[in-house]
């Protein structure tokens, strides 16, 4: 079924970014022609990238004929989906812990809009919210919301989980997972939750900015593993960083989440030859 397929993707609006005057000077890394060429990466890469209502490949879902079983066998664009070795969402168990350096989130508050559709993101030229690992900027594209949780911790599900979808500069992808609980109601999700799209199809957008780090847990210790998007074309390279501290909802709140979608998780997936290291 169709409803099953879609995400929540929360797309960045350019043009509303805080105290960010240091954005308007030029770089040379931010010269259209890179622009461009990241820009068209990404479309190649996934939906989440797409800044147009793109041709369905497939029906892919959660169920049924579309369910992620058969990911692999509904498109020849799909095959990672069977073929892969390096495939997420994964349980992350035994992770050896190393010296990892900090995360360097580096977010700005920014109006969003809210799509209740995987295949309709608005792509924004001028994102200013990035993270920094190993000396390399990754920027923000979009978060999007899982529930239950895609990754396994020792076996368990989170209630949820939260995807920050960013980009280097030159198309390399790296995805903050947080792990989301039940617990104490969380104000910081108000701007989002509040106009949480109900209708397929519809955009809605927060007339209140939002700072993505207020969505984040305070502590970073995070696994760190090489893998792939979680949905059709699964393709890999991706660089998931997950976060170790689960943030809290509450009852309430993940019950209106998932009164809008739930069960949006692909199951964990063979770890094969990976290593997942852990920051101390
Ligand atoms: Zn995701």
Redesign the pocket.
């Known amino acids: 079924m169709k409803f099953s397929r879609m995400?929540l993707a929360v797309t960045l609006v350019p043009g509303m970014i805080a105290g960010c005057g240091d954005s308007e000077k030029p770089s040379p890394s931010s010269s259209p022609p890179v622009r461009e060429r990241v820009a068209e990466a990404a479309r190649r890469v996934h939906h989440y990238f797409h800044t147009e209502e793109q041709p369905h490949q497939a029906d892919w879902g959660y169920t049924g004929d579309g369910s992620p079983k058969h990911w692999g066998d509904l498109s020849p664009d799909y095959v990672l989906a069977k073929t892969g070795k390096e495939q997420s969402p994964i349980d992350l168990s035994e992770a050896i812990l190393t010296e990892l350096p900090e995360l360097q989130f580096v977010y700005h508050p920014s109006r969003i809009d809210l799509v209740y559709n995987g295949h309709t993101v608005k792509e924004v030229e001028d994102k200013a919210s990035s993270v920094t690992v190993h000396d390399e900027e990754f920027i923000l594209q979009q978060f999007?919301f899982?529930s239950p949780s895609?990754h396994t911790v020792d076996g368990d599900h989170s209630a949820m989980e939260m995807?920050l979808v960013h980009q280097s500069e030159d198309g390399k992808v790296a995805?903050v997972a947080v792990l989301i609980e039940e617990g104490e109601d969380n104000p910081a999700f108000d701007a989002v939750w509040d106009y949480l799209p109900s209708d397929a199809n519809r955009e809605r957008k927060s007339p209140t900015t939002v700072d993505a780090a207020t969505l984040l847990p305070k502590t970073r210790q995070y696994f760190r593993y090489p893998g792939s998007f979680?949905?059709p074309p699964c393709t890999e390279d991706v660089l998931w960083l997950v976060l170790k501290t689960p943030v809290e909802l509450s009852k309430e709140q993940i019950e209106k989440f998932r009164s809008i979608i739930h069960g949006n998780n692909r199951p964990v997936q063979p770890r094969n030859e990976r290593t997942i290291t852990i920051s101390g």
């Open positions: 995400i999007h899982h895609e995807h995805v979680t949905t």
